[in-house]
């Protein structure tokens, strides 16, 4: 009995540390640690997304930028609402497998996604191109912010 209880409890937590991503983080400037935007990222079909719900006001005044830098589908299109994390799975330890967008550069780079150990307010997102990767830290959210 004290077996199974340890098993069902070591599941029950998988699942919820899985989960603990979910919701919607504050994403900081690498160069200013400003606060740029607010991030949902939400499940779809067990695959993890993102998109932007929230931006802080910017240099430029702009309430609601465009994506210049973007290609395709995504050029010239307003960056609130924009989805820019795209299709990761879980694999028990980290999201990944799928993209982030960067709005700033119109860059897409392969993305993973956990939480920090040691403070799960904080989200680790890296961003791979090849070997060369970058690591972002964004805050949990105080605030609940809709579109």
């Not at 009995?1 to 098993?7: A, D, R």
């Not at 983080?25 to 695959?47: A, C, N, P, Q, R």
């Not at 993890?48 to 395709?72: A, Q, R, T, W």
């Amino acid at each position: 009995m004290k077996t199974l209880f340890f098993l069902f409890a070591f599941i029950s937590m998988q699942g919820v540390y899985s989960q603990t991503c979910i919701g919607q983080w504050v994403t900081i400037d690498d160069e200013s640690h400003e606060k740029k935007s607010v991030v949902e990222l939400y499940k779809k079909d067990g695959k993890m997304y993102g998109k932007i719900v929230f931006l802080y006001p910017n240099k430029e005044n702009d309430p609601n930028p465009k994506c210049k830098n973007c290609s395709g589908d995504l050029k010239n299109k307003p960056i609130l609402g924009m989805h820019i994390v795209r299709g990761l799975t879980w694999d028990e330890d980290e999201w990944e497998g799928g993209t982030i967008l960067d709005p700033e550069n119109g860059k897409v780079y392969t993305v993973k996604i956990w939480i920090d150990p040691d403070n799960h307010k904080r989200l680790n997102v890296r961003g791979y191109i090849g070997p060369f990767y970058r690591t972002q830290t964004w805050i949990k959210s105080e605030k609940e912010y809709k579109l």
